[in-house]
């Protein structure tokens, strides 16, 4: 089947395409696909949730509000930021600790500092050292390559790494091995825990109109995490996962394309339009609709 098309138009014209590739998994079974679902690509941050489940199981004491924050690419809102802070008070750090980058100043401002805190929260439970959690060969990593990788059903050895953006591990995947990691998020070790954390507090996980927020938002049971360059892996409460990704890597093109692609499986295009998945209008400066970002039929 082919890929999927955003287009992007101004006016009557059609100034930009994004080509999307998408599929969905259900035990263990392709069950719909646009593209390549063999495309290879990094998961980014939409790994989070996974990267979350060895600290879940490590302690205790995570509330569901720390298991959010951990799969978080939050937007540095004020109450993203004392998630943060909570978090990192329990892992007996501060923001000096984490090994982010820093935004605006911040380390804590970085929208990866939650999954930092987390990964320094899993360190101080398993008394490995802090310093360094972030690099290959460390523990913390070592553990999130096996969780992925268990997950995806797949040997640690087949999953190519690099580093991400925020300084740590990220992994490589086909589409369909990571909607086959989606599909059975709830059923691994401390993943429904996760899952549901990510449901209660889908504003800290983004926020705002991102595409994972207002699925979360708008259609109970789905979890979703949405990761760099276009990507974007979601899980039904059926038990389908599903994996997208932009292929030029452009984000305007997600919501759009979610929207649709959710469509053919079954939910509600017109519920999904109200969610703002779907046509998204082209504003100018003045916040004049000028045009439209909108998947072709």
């Known amino acids: 089947m082919e890929p999927l098309r955003v287009v992007v138009r101004r006016g009557s014209v059609v100034e930009a395409v994004h080509v999307v590739h998408a599929v969905a998994v259900q035990d263990g079974h392709v069950v719909a696909f646009a593209g390549d679902a063999e495309l290879v690509t990094f998961m980014r941050s939409s790994a989070k949730p996974l990267q979350a489940l060895p600290l879940a199981r490590a302690r205790e004491d995570m509330d569901e509000r720390d298991l959010a924050i951990a799969s978080a690419s939050h937007r540095a809102e004020p109450g993203q930021l004392e998630a943060v802070r909570a978090l990192l008070a329990k892992a007996n750090a501060t923001e000096n600790d984490l090994e982010c980058g820093r935004e605006d100043g911040s380390r804590l401002r970085h929208n990866c500092s939650g999954k930092h805190a987390g990964m320094l929260a899993l360190a101080r439970a398993r008394g490995w050292p802090a310093r360094g959690y972030r690099l290959a060969g460390h523990p913390v990593q070592e553990g999130c390559l096996a969780e992925v990788a268990s997950a995806a059903d797949v040997s640690v050895a087949d999953v190519p790494s690099a580093v991400d953006g925020c300084g740590v591990v990220t992994f490589a995947l086909t589409l369909e091995r990571m909607a086959h990691a989606f599909s059975r998020l709830e059923s691994l070790g401390a993943g429904a825990r996760v899952a549901a954390a990510m449901r209660a507090y889908p504003e800290l996980i983004r926020g705002g109109d991102a595409a994972d927020t207002l699925l979360m938002r708008g259609f109970q049971g789905w979890t979703a995490k949405g990761g760099a360059e276009g990507l974007l892996c979601a899980a039904g409460p059926d038990g389908v996962g599903v994996a997208l ?3 030029d ?13 959710l469509a053919r499986l079954g939910l509600d295009r017109e519920a999904l339009e109200r969610a703002g998945l779907g046509r998204l209008p082209l504003l100018n400066s003045r916040d004049e609709e000028c045009g439209e970002v909108v998947t072709e039929a």
């Open 245 to 247: 990704k932009v292929e």
């Open 249 to 261: 890597g452009s984000g305007r093109g997600v919501r759009p394309v979610l929207g649709s692609f």
